[in-house]
């Protein structure tokens, strides 16, 4: 998260100085990919923890875990 940080604050930096379109661009991807990054280990996370947990529980609470997911990802592909 901290490398994304600083990715956005150079960003705006370029922004601020006017940089070349494509260089800004190129910087607008790296920031998206990254948190992308983030999005995808965060998902990973949760279905190794919260859904498995919630299958343990019952078929109500992980058909709702599993909802929750599948709500995201529609999210994160968009």
Do not use: F, N, P, W
């Not at 661009?25 to 919260?50: E, F, N």
């Amino acid at each position: 998260m901290k490398r994304i940080e600083g990715q956005v604050r150079g960003l705006h930096r370029m922004v601020d100085e006017d940089t070349y379109c494509i260089d800004v661009l190129t910087q607008v991807s790296a920031v998206q990919s990254a948190l992308k990054g983030v999005a995808l280990a965060l998902l990973d996370d949760h279905m190794q923890h919260c859904v498995l947990h919630a299958a343990q529980q019952g078929e109500e609470e992980a058909m709702e875990k599993l909802d929750e997911v599948s709500a995201a990802v529609g999210r994160l592909l968009k």
